[in-house]
Nanobody, 119 residues
Framework: QVHLVESGGGLVQAGGSLSLSCASSRSIDGIIAMGWYRQAPGKERELVATLTRGGNRNYGDSMKGRFTISTGLLRNTVSLQMNSLKPEDTAVYYC?????????????WGQGTQVTVSS
């Protein structure tokens, strides 16, 4: 069952901007955090940015100052604004949502969306 729907991404030149959005079908009350991770060919998946229910933001080191994560009005959506993109930002970006249904924890992943930055 698909719980996360991603949109955005695509091809952009270095220095340009892109935005990603992700919507969860889970109950808002159970969501603990949402965020983005990425995986480039031949590399491990890495943190891009996360946003907790309490409003705490965490960014990967190479994204600080360039990327901004925010939540939507319904708080079960998350967006990622990516500015000053570099070729090394090229990767598949995955949305993630963590939370609880009752006492059962879930850890959902989106299908991934490609971001390609040309030099």
């Amino acid at each position: 069952q698909v719980h996360l729907v991603e949109s955005g991404g695509g091809l952009v030149q270095a220095g340009g901007s892109l935005s990603l959005s992700c919507a969860s079908s889970r109950s808002i009350d159970g969501i603990i955090a949402m965020g983005w991770y990425r995986q480039a060919p031949g590399k491990e998946r890495e943190l891009v940015a996360t946003l907790t229910r309490g409003g705490n933001r965490n960014y990967g080191d190479s994204m600080k100052g360039r990327f901004t994560i925010s939540t939507g009005l319904l708080r079960n959506t998350v967006s990622l604004q990516m500015n000053s993109l570099k070729p090394e930002d090229t990767a598949v970006y995955y949305c993630n949502a963590r939370g609880y249904i009752g006492t059962v924890q879930y850890d959902d992943w989106g299908q991934g969306t490609q971001v390609t930055v040309s030099s």
